[in-house]
């Protein structure tokens, strides 16, 4: 009789990123969506429970959005 080995391979987990420091105030420019760039200033900085930066960012005339970090762009 032939026994068939089965190997679980174990990935390590890969390093957070390095996330850049994002505070109150700031001034960055945003791409909520394809091919337009807002110019915003960021009002809150959350995390959610996956552990991902989101930012409440507003622009234009009381025009407020959440927006990733990785929708940041300078």
Not at 35 to 59: C, M, P, S, Y
């Amino acid at each position: 009789m032939l026994f068939r080995r089965t190997y679980i391979l174990l990935v390590p987990k890969k390093p957070p990123k390095l996330s850049r420091d994002f505070h109150v105030g700031d001034r960055v420019n945003v791409n909520p969506h394809r091919g337009r760039t807002f110019e915003a200033v960021i009002k809150a900085v959350t995390t959610d429970q996956k552990g991902r930066v989101r930012l409440q960012v507003e622009f234009g005339k009381d025009k407020k959005t959440f927006v990733y970090d990785w929708q940041v762009c300078d």
